[in-house]
């Protein structure tokens, strides 16, 4: 056992000369072997060993004893020992999960590398309840060898190894006995779907075990490679493979605030991808939408329209993004952010209505036309200002002034758009 420990530590590169390393130990077997084995290897490795225990106060007097049996074993071999405890209540996905929480929230409050128990046999078990529930490549890959500062050095070593290890070295356990109820799905996997694959292949939890980690080495080099594309473009999405595509979608939806993207968010963007729609959209949890504008694919979370609002001169209001100011002419100074004109009646700012109309230049044209030409992102077309008077449009950022609303020579206002910095 200790062989195969150096060995994945090794492979992994999971601890160096000079680490403090805090193992987890409940008092079960897995976590007893794992400590006395690095108690066996820490001169060879030269670390500096320590322990951790916590309690979760779940099972009584039972969970108190378990808290004992560290204490003594670790005292026993001189092993410094962290404690903690909290009483555990069930979230919202359950005691598992509550319990988990809060025993990493714990060990990860202490310094050094935190080793876990985690064997071969809890690998594959990982590995046929992410099957059974459905899941993708990176559920395959079941637990993580190396994650942050944890690392778990016996997922090579399967049950009837911890096993031997013990007796060899007269090693006493505690016994769980939450693990003799079927009320969870890992003990309804651990004791009738294993014993029934084992009994075609005793070594089938070291090879699923195995497994898991190469799998989870295709998927780090597939997530690196749809990582180098930051700022997908639709086009770009479209000509991936079918597997570095999905990975690229849901890199891009972790930057833009789903934190954990499944497989049904990511069909959705798919599926705007191909849309006959120039601008197509999809909605996602937390508010955050995706829309494709052409060829451009953007997410964020949506802002109410602005309300339309009176616009005084000489003053000054914040009109969504915008910071607006209208002020007596000095100069006529016509731009796309800055017009002067002479307003008929009160200035109101407003997002378009249908029908509004501007003449440029080359001409009259609807906004709605203009929008489309200029391929303003349909989810920012409400949110650009228009100015108006009684008689109708004078101007609209970032398109220009009106040219019959605008001020042929003095008296006139001038109204300018500022737009505020993120």
């Known amino acids: 056992m200790q062989n195969k420990l150096l060995t994945m530590i090794r492979q992994y590169d999971m601890l160096s000369p000079g680490d403090t ?3 987890a130990v409940s008092g079960g077997a897995d976590s007893v072997a794992l400590l006395f084995a690095l108690y066996l290897l820490k001169d060879k490795l030269g670390i500096r060993l320590e322990a951790a225990h916590f309690n979760h106060r779940l099972r009584g007097e039972e969970s108190d004893g378990d808290e004992a049996f560290v204490r003594k074993l670790c005292a026993q071999y001189d092993i410094p020992l962290h404690v903690g405890s909290a009483e555990v209540r069930p979230g919202k996905k359950g005691l598992e999960a509550a319990a988990r929480d809060a025993r990493y929230g714990f060990l990860l409050s202490l310094e050094g590398k935190i080793a876990t128990a985690h064997t071969a046999d809890d690998n594959a078990e990982t590995v046929l309840m992410r099957l059974i529930r459905g899941t993708r490549l990176k559920g395959l890959g079941a637990i993580a060898p190396v ?10 070593t399967n049950r009837q190894e911890v096993e031997a290890f013990l007796e060899k070295w007269s090693l006493p356990h505690r016994e769980d006995s939450s693990n003799a109820s079927d009320a969870f799905l890992r003990n309804r996997v651990r004791h009738g779907v294993m014993p029934l694959l084992k009994a075609e292949n005793p070594k089938l939890a070291e090879n699923l075990s195995r497994m898991a980690l190469r799998l989870r080495q295709d998927e780090d080099y597939l997530r690196q490679q749809a990582e180098a594309e930051p700022n997908p473009t639709a086009g770009t999405l479209k000509a991936m493979p079918e597997a570095i595509r999905g990975r690229c979608i849901e ?12 497989d049904s968010h990511i069909s959705a963007v798919e599926s705007i991808l191909s849309s006959d729609r120039p601008s197509a959209r999809v909605n996602l949890p937390g508010g955050v939408t995706v829309t494709r504008q052409y060829d451009r694919l953007e997410a964020g979370r949506e802002e109410p329209v602005p309300e339309a609002m009176i616009l005084n001169c000489p003053g000054e209001v914040r009109y969504g993004d915008f910071r607006v100011t209208c002020a007596p002419a000095h100069e006529i100074v016509n731009t796309l952010d800055t017009f002067t004109v002479c307003p008929v009646g009160s200035l109101m700012l407003r997002p378009r209505k249908s029908g509004d109309t501007i003449r440029l230049r080359g001409g009259t044209k609807s906004l709605k036309k203009l929008f489309i030409d200029r391929k303003i992102p349909a989810a920012r077309r409400e949110r650009i200002p228009v100015i108006c008077d009684e008689q109708g449009v004078l101007g609209v950022y970032s398109i220009g002034v009106h040219v019959d609303r605008a001020a042929g020579a ?5 109204i300018h758009f500022e737009k505020y910095r993120a």
């Open 410 to 414: 003095l008296p006139g206002v001038t």
């Open 147 to 156: 994650s942050g500062r944890i690392v778990r050095p016996m997922l090579l």
């Open 21 to 23: 390393v805090v193992c």
């Open 251 to 262: 890199a891009f939806l972790k930057r833009n605030g789903v934190p954990e993207p499944e």
